[in-house]
């Protein structure tokens, strides 16, 4: 048997096959049981620009003993890190408001109203303590989370304590609980 004389046959029969199913698959308007198949203008998913909710300052933090310490690194610097729970917030635009208060070895209060965005991994200060009251900062923008200085505990709010890596969205009293019971936040000094 000579199998050159049957090329000519399945050439013929692949020719016939391809002219029979091309209706069907170069047709614009193919389509399945979900819908038509392609790229549709209307479908695309619109990705709405983030806003910023509105901020409301909380009450003066209490006594030392009320507030939180952070397990933190502050870069050699004399100062120990508290956190108010009572002014913990976690804002409908997944951004986590606070107030930090930095105790200085002579016993002097550093107190910011803070807020951590999760998804940009920024953070803004929104008003600082002066005399038992709070003052506004005009115009304050979103910063980058940094490692250097004083300012290292902010990373490990994030890291640690407020911006779940599975970008879900943390209620406020979850992230108190991680305060209270987080025993080894994992610090380093970079």
Known sequence: MNPCK??????AFVMACCLLLSPAVFSEDTTFEDGPVG?????QLEKTPWQEGS???PAWPGKLSQL?????STAGLPYRVY???ASLVTGSDRVV???SVLVSSSGVWNVTYEGLHCGERKYRRFAYGDNGQWQVIANSTWEPVTVRGVGQYRKVLYDVYFCDVGNRY???GELVRRLRHTNDPAITEE
């Open 83 to 85: 956190l108010d729970p």
């Open 97 to 99: 408001r606070y107030t």
């Open 6 to 11: 049957f090329l000519p046959v399945w050439s």
């Open 55 to 57: 901020i409301d300052l």
């Open 68 to 72: 939180i310490e952070l397990n933190v």
């Open 170 to 172: 943390l209620e406020t």
């Open 39 to 43: 790229f549709d203008r209307g479908m």
